[in-house]
């Protein structure tokens, strides 16, 4: 039974997401479904009137770009009616690292890191997010700043010092 409650929080952990994130899934299902769709049926729809399909590259291409595209809405379909909403602006508890916190942290040679840790669908490494299932998020959470953490990574394992938390402002 204690199997079965971790991997039920583990795919818990998985469907978080913040409320931007949410919302720019939800964009991106409502383009998909009144702008690409529509868009790509009607090429379809036309080069199937030219005639012979099997050397129409219009008709062969938007077959395949149609699959994409519905491919794109089931996942996010599933993705947002199963998503939990969380808003980092309202944690009470701002002294430990959870969900939608901004973590400052060293390691060993005094190199600084920031990172925010995001839902599994909206990490972007540019922006220096990372998904809460990530090493460093699972060696992070429930932390608080001055705690030294072993964080187990692929290139072996280090230690780091957390600087400093952050939330988002409440609204």
Not at 36 to 47: G, N
Not at 49 to 74: M, V
Request: aromatic share 6%; net charge negative.
């Amino acid at each position: 039974m204690a199997q079965n409650e971790k991997t039920d929080r583990n795919g818990d952990l998985a469907r978080y997401v913040t409320p931007r994130g949410l919302r720019v899934m939800r964009d991106e299902l409502s383009h998909l479904m009144r702008v690409e769709r529509p868009s790509v049926v009607e090429i379809v729809s036309w080069a199937a009137g030219n005639g012979d399909r099997s050397e129409n590259g219009d008709y062969i291409y938007g077959k395949k770009r149609l699959r994409e595209i519905d491919r794109r809405i089931r996942f996010l379909t599933k993705r947002v009616e199963t998503a939990i909403e969380v808003d980092p602006a309202q944690q009470v508890r701002r002294d430990r690292v959870f969900f939608g916190a901004t973590v400052t942290y060293a390691d060993v040679d005094d190199r600084e890191t920031t990172v925010t840790i995001v839902g599994a669908d909206e990490a972007v490494s540019e922006k220096h997010e990372i998904t809460l299932l990530a090493p460093v998020s699972r060696a992070l959470l429930g932390r608080a700043v001055g705690d030294e953490v072993m964080l187990h990574t692929p290139r072996g394992t280090d230690l780091i010092e957390i600087l400093s938390i952050t939330y988002p402002a409440t609204p």
